[in-house]
């Protein structure tokens, strides 16, 4: 026998690191797609992140040449809200871990 008792459940390891850590940022990716109108595109950038219209037409650009661009660097939650809302927009947007 291994010295439990019969029904017992061990609580699992906690790890100090947690996906929630502040020091873990994710990007908010957005894809080039052939529906959407850059102008509308820049549009969404501006009123979902409050970009001025250089900056959100410069991630456009970059989605529209490069076929992707990272357009916030937040925490996981934050970018969770964010991917949802891009979706509702109707933009192709995914969360990843940043790299370092």
Do not use: C
């Amino acid at each position: 026998m291994n010295g439990k008792l019969p029904g017992t459940i061990e609580k699992p390891a906690v790890h100090e690191e947690t996906e929630t850590s502040p020091d873990r940022l994710w990007n908010v990716v957005v894809w080039n797609d052939p529906i959407n109108l850059m102008s509308y595109v820049t549009y969404v950038f501006q009123k979902l992140f409050g970009y001025s219209l250089e900056v959100a037409t410069r991630l456009m650009l970059e989605v529209h040449h490069e076929g992707r661009s990272i357009v916030a660097t937040v925490e996981r939650e934050k970018g969770e809200y964010y991917v949802g809302r891009l979706h509702q927009y109707g933009l192709q947007a995914t969360l990843e871990r940043q790299e370092g």
